[in-house]
């Protein structure tokens, strides 16, 4: 489990050389630029303040400026080294002064309350194991009728994983804390959102593994 920004990081410099490899410089997960932009579709994210949780090396905060005139975006991770390269990233991009990146161990956000207009997330939720806890954290941050967008690896059923997945998550060697849609949106509900919607990315994803 990723406990504390002193731990043994699990994306440390060759993890996160070999995402970039596969998804692009500055991103961690699958897709790039185009399916973040899926995931922000339909939402006007121009003059907005947007925090990113689990921003990784810090290409989607950079993105959610750049090319979707954030005013501003707050990249948030708990390891060290994804955070050291987002800010060599912003730097190389020149937008130091419009995005910022913070580290904190895993726990409460380390921002007062309403203090967004978009929190967004990409494929990182999974490893936080309280959802209740991390929704609650989430709605608190947001400015009332704030706006939450995410993607995020999640799994058919909540309870045991069958055998494969639990192969499979063990062959990634990262920390995962999966969760169903259903588990997802009902601590959601708990937390005080409302207008959930879910879209499924698996016909896509499963392409893309191919
Ligand atoms: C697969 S990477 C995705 C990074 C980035 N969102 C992207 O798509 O390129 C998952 C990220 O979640 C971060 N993470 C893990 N636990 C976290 C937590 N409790 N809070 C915030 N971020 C966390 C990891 O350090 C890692 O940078």
Not at 30 to 38: A, I, L, T
Not at 99 to 126: E, I
Not at 178 to 192: I, N
Request: net charge negative; charged share 25%; hydrophobic share 40%.
């Amino acid at each position: 489990m990723i406990e504390t920004a002193d731990t043994e990081p699990e994306y440390d410099d060759t993890a996160i050389r070999f995402l970039e490899a596969l998804w692009g410089e500055g991103y961690l997960s699958p897709g790039g630029p185009d399916e973040v932009d899926r995931v922000v579709e339909g939402l006007s994210l121009k003059g907005k303040t947007i925090l990113d949780i689990g921003c990784g090396a810090g290409g989607i905060t950079l993105h959610l400026v750049a090319r979707h005139g954030a005013a501003h975006a707050t990249g948030f991770d708990v390891e060290k080294p994804v955070i050291e390269t987002a800010r060599r990233g912003a730097a190389r991009q020149g937008l130091e002064r419009r995005v910022s990146f913070v580290q904190a161990p895993p726990g409460p956000l380390p921002f007062t309350d309403a203090s967004f207009d978009v929190v967004f997330s990409k494929d990182a939720l999974l490893h936080v194991p309280d959802k209740d806890a991390l929704f609650s954290e989430i709605f608190r941050v947001l400015r009332p009728g704030g706006v939450f967008a995410a993607s995020n690896w999640m799994i058919g059923h909540d309870g045991e994983p069958s055998p494969q997945m639990k192969a499979y998550v063990a062959a990634e060697g990262l920390s995962f804390a999966m969760a169903s849609p259903a588990r997802y949106a009902e601590a959601m509900r708990r937390a005080g959102f409302t207008d959930i919607t879910v879209r499924d990315r698996n016909p896509w994803y499963r392409e893309v593994a191919r």
